[in-house]
């Protein structure tokens, strides 16, 4: 159970260029009982585990998939170098996850900014009346506790409109909408008219605000890991060894009054405890003996979750960069945003491409043609002639329906607190369960860090 197959080590370490390799043997057979078992080998899910192996206690970490770092996977670049297909960026503020890859050796680099040639914050720096909604944003998030959002004032109001309805009640330049629509769309993957205006303040509350948010220069995609973010999850799980068992998702959750018992198709682990660290989403595709308490069973049923489309356009050199441009573009005709993705090594020249998939064709060679016909008029005909294009659809994976949280409106007024309780010997993991940066790698860790707390206080 959980043999890695030769193919399936070979190309995830040729996937992510990695030079940490792991043992060929590692993780073939479950053990019979461990202290803790967690579900899901992403970065919540590892540092659980690490922070449990530190303080002496027995682990399996469950993976369906054929390689650790869930959401974060890292797509090697011909010639050499990585990009990232999932989580990629980190900034200030994130210190749980920059201690993490400081303790691994895993260096960053800065996103590059060059000369600027209209980025979303410049936009935004020249609309007074943009400005005016941010100020507001702000001092509705002042208002709303991190770890309990659902007790702010005003909580039901807020989670019962969305965020369309609150824009619409202010008289906007339809400019202004399109700004903030576009910053939702590029931070959440959703429609402003889809999304509770409470999640969205809760959203900005835990990435300190709306600027720290959607910024580069100071923000949430001011630097990227030389290697790819999902180095980070390699290095944790090479550690942790044949405790990760992949290739074996779980069917089933036993909870008894002295145990969990953890059933794959083969095998069945018993522990003391169990971490759960997986979106609310995923996690609701366990089958739980005894059901769940009707609210957390809510939470889970009713969690919506963006698929996240990212495409990589892969050229000789950075040649806009010879032209005085940075690489960014707010937006297109089917193109969310654009950024320059190029190594930290100067070479390839890479534009990343974030968009939604609906709105693409079926066909990987159309979707190509459309993309780059998009970013002729903000980089030039050179954009036709990429070498190499690199595509992560997460609505194909099967096992992360997704990579954002677009909470409907009420969902979070009446299921929040069950988000993060535990349920007698189950606890929650995984990064929107964070108070702190939910959604991005840095929640993760932190979700990963508090769950191995909780468990090691619960004896």
Same mark, same amino acid.
């Given at each position: 159970?959980?043999?890695?197959?030769r193919r399936d080590?070979? #190309? =995830?370490?040729?996937?992510?260029?990695?030079?940490? %390799?792991?043992? @060929? !043997?590692?993780? &073939?057979?479950? /053990?019979?009982? $461990?202290?803790?078992?967690?579900?899901g080998?992403?970065?919540?899910g590892?540092?659980?585990?690490?922070?449990?192996?530190?303080?002496?206690?027995?682990?399996?970490?469950?993976?369906?998939?054929?390689?650790?770092?869930?959401?974060?996977?890292?797509?090697?670049?011909?010639?050499g170098?990585?990009?990232?297909?999932?989580?990629?960026?980190?900034?200030?503020?994130?210190?749980?996850?920059?201690?993490?890859?400081?303790?691994?050796?895993?260096?960053?680099?800065?996103?590059?900014?060059?000369?600027?040639?209209?980025?979303?914050?410049?936009s935004a720096?020249?609309?007074t009346?943009?400005?005016?909604?941010?100020?507001?944003?702000?001092?509705?998030?002042?208002?709303?506790?991190?770890?309990?959002?659902?007790?702010?004032? #005003? =909580?039901a109001?807020?989670?019962?409109?969305?965020? %369309?309805?609150? @824009? !619409?009640?202010? &008289?906007l330049? /339809?400019?202004? $909408?399109?700004?903030?629509?576009?910053?939702?769309?590029?931070?959440?993957?959703?429609?402003?008219?889809?999304?509770?205006?409470?999640?969205?303040?809760?959203?900005?509350?835990?990435?300190?605000g709306y600027?720290?948010?959607?910024?580069?220069?100071g923000g949430?995609?001011?630097?990227?890991?030389?290697g790819?973010?999902?180095?980070?999850?390699?290095?944790?799980?090479?550690a942790?060894?044949?405790r990760?068992?992949?290739?074996?998702p779980?069917?089933?959750?036993?909870?008894?009054?002295?145990?969990?018992?953890v059933?794959?198709?083969v095998?069945?682990?018993?522990?003391?405890?169990?971490?759960?660290?997986?979106?609310?989403?995923?996690?609701?595709?366990?089958?739980?003996?005894?059901?769940?308490?009707?609210?957390?069973? =809510?939470?889970?049923?009713?969690?919506?979750?963006?698929?996240?489309?990212?495409?990589?356009?892969?050229?000789?050199?950075?040649?806009?960069?010879?032209?005085g441009?940075?690489?960014?573009?707010?937006?297109?005709?089917?193109?969310?945003?654009?950024?320059?993705?190029?190594?930290?090594?100067?070479?390839?020249?890479?534009?990343?491409?974030?968009?939604?998939?609906?709105?693409?064709?079926?066909?990987?060679?159309?979707?190509?043609?459309?993309?780059?016909?998009?970013?002729?008029?903000?980089?030039?005909?050179?954009?036709?002639?990429?070498?190499?294009?690199?595509?992560?659809?997460?609505s194909t994976?099967?096992?992360?329906?997704?990579?954002?949280?677009?909470?409907?409106?009420?969902?979070?007024?009446?299921?929040?607190?069950?988000?993060?309780?535990?349920?007698?010997?189950?606890?929650?993991?995984?990064?929107?369960?964070?108070?702190?940066w939910?959604?991005?790698?840095?929640?993760?860790?932190?979700?990963?860090?508090?769950?191995?707390?909780?468990?090691?206080?619960?004896?």
């Amino acid at each position: 159970m959980g043999r890695i197959r030769r193919r399936d080590f070979l #190309g =995830a370490v040729t996937t992510i260029g990695a030079r940490a %390799a792991f043992p @060929l !043997g590692w993780g &073939r057979t479950a /053990p019979p009982a $461990v202290d803790v078992a967690i579900i899901g080998a992403g970065l919540a899910g590892l540092v659980a585990a690490t922070d449990l192996v530190a303080q002496g206690s027995t682990v399996a970490v469950f993976e369906a998939k054929n390689r650790p770092g869930g959401r974060t996977v890292s797509q090697a670049l011909p010639g050499g170098g990585v990009v990232d297909g999932g989580g990629a960026w980190v900034g200030p503020t994130q210190d749980a996850i920059l201690a993490l890859a400081q303790r691994l050796n895993v260096p960053t680099f800065p996103t590059y900014t060059g000369r600027s040639d209209g980025t979303l914050e410049q936009s935004a720096a020249l609309s007074t009346e943009l400005l005016g909604i941010v100020g507001e944003f702000q001092t509705l998030t002042a208002a709303i506790s991190r770890d309990a959002p659902w007790t702010a004032p #005003g =909580a039901a109001e807020l989670d019962q409109m969305t965020i %369309a309805d609150w @824009l !619409g009640r202010r &008289r906007l330049t /339809p400019a202004t $909408v399109q700004q903030v629509e576009a910053a939702v769309r590029n931070s959440l993957g959703g429609a402003t008219d889809r999304v509770s205006f409470l999640w969205w303040l809760t959203y900005l509350r835990s990435a300190g605000g709306y600027r720290i948010l959607t910024g580069l220069e100071g923000g949430a995609r001011e630097r990227r890991f030389v290697g790819g973010s999902q180095l980070l999850a390699l290095r944790l799980a090479e550690a942790i060894g044949q405790r990760v068992l992949l290739n074996t998702p779980v069917i089933r959750v036993v909870q008894k009054s002295d145990r969990i018992e953890v059933r794959t198709r083969v095998a069945i682990v018993e522990a003391r405890r169990l971490i759960v660290a997986m979106s609310p989403f995923d996690a609701g595709r366990l089958e739980f003996l005894p059901a769940l308490p009707p609210q957390r069973q =809510a939470l889970m049923s009713s969690w919506k979750i963006a698929s996240g489309y990212k495409a990589h356009l892969v050229y000789p050199t950075p040649f806009w960069r010879a032209a005085g441009f940075n690489g960014i573009m707010p937006g297109g005709k089917v193109a969310a945003e654009t950024f320059d993705d190029t190594p930290p090594e100067g070479a390839p020249g890479v534009i990343l491409v974030t968009a939604d998939r609906s709105s693409l064709p079926r066909n990987k060679n159309e979707r190509q043609l459309a993309l780059t016909e998009d970013l002729v008029r903000a980089f030039g005909p050179p954009v036709r002639g990429p070498t190499a294009f690199l595509e992560k659809d997460w609505s194909t994976d099967p096992w992360n329906a997704g990579c954002h949280s677009v909470l409907p409106p009420g969902l979070l007024t009446q299921t929040g607190e069950s988000l993060r309780r535990p349920i007698d010997r189950i606890h929650w993991a995984g990064t929107e369960t964070s108070d702190r940066w939910n959604g991005f790698m840095d929640g993760a860790v932190r979700s990963g860090h508090r769950a191995a707390t909780e468990v090691l206080g619960a004896g």
